[in-house]
Nanobody, 124 residues
């Protein structure tokens, strides 16, 4: 069974940083895609960033230059480094994985495996 468990969320002031982690089991990141998504209260799920197994990344415009997605494939762990956080970044953050062979990993919600989420709250 594929399981994804997020950690690292918390409450920070605007301008601060957080590093989210996603521990993956039952899945080897030797193909396919992984990504980070978020959902703020009253809003739909939004793609944040994705990474292909070969390291190619894709970012939403809203986080470009502030967030960095990375993976430690040997440890099957996904990361999201979040810098210069804004109140608009407040959301539940989810990691996801998929075995698809897309040319560029999407930041839409068409992933097969999902974690339960970790809360990020950014205050002014």
């Amino acid at each position: 069974q594929v399981q994804l468990v997020e950690s690292g969320g918390g409450s920070v002031q605007a301008g601060g940083s957080l590093r989210l982690s996603c521990a993956v089991s039952g899945y080897t990141f030797s193909s396919g895609c992984m990504g980070w998504f978020r959902q703020a209260p009253g809003k739909g799920r939004e793609g944040v960033a994705s990474i292909k197994y070969n390291g190619r990344t894709t970012y939403a415009d809203s986080v470009e230059g502030r967030f960095t997605i990375s993976s430690d494939n040997a440890k099957n762990t996904l990361y999201l480094q979040m810098n210069s956080l804004k109140p608009e970044d407040t959301a539940m953050y989810y990691c996801a994985a998929d075995e698809g062979s897309w040319w560029r990993c999407p930041i839409t919600d068409r992933y097969n495996y999902w974690g339960q989420g970790t809360q990020v709250t950014v205050s002014s």
